[in-house]
């Protein structure tokens, strides 16, 4: 099953945060963060596991419960580069290797 | 650039065609994954190749085949096209600890 991605879309002013969730009702193994800008390939943000330390580079962080199987990933002091769609993959306990993505958050920055 | 490889960038078919799409992972990468994304949608999983095994399936059609060469390269072999399987289609390969990074993809559109 697909996990639930939210806000769908959400539209910030450089330098604002931003929070996007993403939640299973599956047990997880692993929870994968991308971004995909139109018409390009998803590019790897970061990977969090069971049991891992909340990951993070620069202004994008991100966290996973293990007890509520959601992700978090949060974006501080936006800038117009982190415009894109975000999609969060989901790898559940026994499959792991197979990621189910949820619907895409679109992130809009304005100047 | 993910290192991965996809050819061709684009292609234009008729309905009731067959399209091989190719796929060259990134180096030492035994994984392959194929992925459909139809005009503002997720990421469909379709299959997973490691080694030159078939390891898991998704929303493959029947129509749709793949396979994994002792190089490691795959195709995708699309036949009996319908105006509904224009899409983009990705590949991404996959490290040892189940990171998947995508290659450019296969615009294939069909009249």
């Known amino acids: 099953q697909q996990p639930v991605q939210s806000p769908q879309a959400v539209i910030l002013r450089e330098g604002e945060d931003a929070v996007i969730n993403c939640s299973s009702s599956k047990a997880l193994y692993s929870v994968h963060w991308y971004r995909q800008k139109h018409g390009e390939a998803p590019v790897f943000l970061m990977i969090l596991l069971k049991g891992g330390e909340q990951k993070g580079h620069e202004k994008i962080s991100a966290s996973f419960n293990e007890k509520k199987q959601q992700s978090s990933l949060y974006l501080t002091a936006s800038q117009l580069s982190y415009s894109g769609t975000y999609f969060c993959?989901?790898?559940?306990?026994?499959?792991?290797?197979?990621?189910?993505f949820g619907s895409g958050t679109q992130l809009t920055v304005l100047p | 650039d993910s290192g991965v490889t996809q050819t061709p960038k684009h292609l234009i078919t008729a309905t009731g065609q067959r399209v091989t799409l190719r796929c060259s992972p990134r180096s030492g990468d035994l994984s392959v994954y194929w992925y459909q994304q139809s005009l503002d949608q997720g990421l469909q999983f379709l299959i997973h190749y490691y080694n030159g095994e078939e390891r898991a399936k998704g929303n493959i059609l029947e129509r749709f085949s793949a396979q994994q060469f002792p190089d490691l390269h795959s195709e995708l072999n699309l036949s009996s096209l319908e105006l509904g399987d224009s899409a983009l289609y990705f590949c991404a390969s996959a490290t040892a600890t189940d990171t998947q990074y995508f290659g450019p993809g296969t615009r294939l559109t069909v009249l």
């Open positions: 993959g989901t790898g559940v306990s026994g499959s792991a290797r197979q990621l189910t």
